[in-house]
């Protein structure tokens, strides 16, 4: 699989990543089942044969069991770790009866440490701020950082779900530029390039409050990352009518570069320009194998707009 670097580092990384949410089994706090234990095995077993080296979690997926489960197959090969690039993120408080973000130092540092001790490891690459804090003070951001960065626990900083103008905020107290965003983007949630699209037009497919996400991000060296880039699966069902004349095309398409539709939904994003890494966080072994395949492929310009238009609320000219 084709590499890319993340950001301005030095970390290379597979095209594709693999995302780590469901590999705990369930949002609630049963114990690890076998049956789970065995799914995760096999998922990343899959992933890592596929050229995946990029592993994606955050420390409240699963409420944490996911990172536990990952342990477990660090455990049983002792030199993968120093093979893989493991991202995790924190921010988000849900223990109490009402979840909040929460940026402050104090925070940010237990989560780490919380997040290592599931993990086992001592390093993450890369750590992300999960969602925005309208509570921030960036000052507290960058103590955090540069005590983590000096620990040697964390190697690379960025951030999911932000703005351009709140990582301009962020990167005026930092002392190391961030290198990731994580966003949503697929064909179904697609608002950070249909603000580009739409400039100065009246076919504005719905409102605009990106600020110019993805052209920032491009200019200052940002990797876009994209979480749900198949939009949970409903992409690629032709039963749900807004999507049922995109998946004729789909079907079209995956026939002409003899791939699975979801392939060619990632290819998608793969084809844009700026670089962007999906994240696929499926469990299922046949489909990371055919989502994989779209690295190997390349819809033409034509076709990416044809996509592009086929999603109901959408229409260029």
Known sequence: ????????????????????????????????????????????????????????????????????????????????????????????????????????????????????????????????????DSLVEPEEVAEAFDILKTSGKVRHFGVSNHNAMQIRLLNKYLNEPLIVNQLEISLANSSIIDEGLNVNSNTNPGPMRNFGTLEYCRLHDITLQAWSPLAGGRIVDPKIEKYRKLNITLD??????????????????????????????????????????????????????NLYNLVEHRKLL
Not at 124 to 129: H, K, P, Q, T
Not at 268 to 294: F, N, Y
């Open 1 to 132: 699989m084709e590499k890319i670097k993340i950001g301005n580092s030095n970390l290379e990384a597979s095209r594709i990543a693999f995302g780590c949410m469901s590999l705990g089994g369930g949002w609630n706090k049963n114990p690890i089942s076998l049956q789970d234990e065995y799914k995760a095995f096999a998922a990343v077993d899959c992933a890592l044969e596929n050229g995946i080296n990029f592993f994606d979690h955050a420390d409240i997926y699963c409420l944490g069991k996911s990172e536990e489960v990952f342990s477990k197959i660090l455990d049983k090969r002792p030199k993968l770790r120093e093979n893989l690039i493991l991202q995790s993120k924190c921010g988000i408080n849900n223990l109490g009866k009402t979840p909040y973000y929460d940026f402050s130092k104090d925070y940010i540092l237990s989560s780490v440490d919380g997040i290592l001790k599931r993990l086992k490891t001592e390093y993450l690459d890369v750590l992300l701020l999960h969602r925005p």
């Open 252 to 305: 079209e398409y995956a026939k002409k570069y003899g791939v699975k539709k979801g392939a060619i939904v990632v290819n998608w994003l793969l084809r844009h320009p700026a670089k962007i890494q999906p994240i696929i966080g499926t469990r299922s072994i046949q489909r990371i194998k055919h989502i994989c395949q779209s690295s190997q492929i390349k819809i033409s310009r034509e076709e990416w707009y």
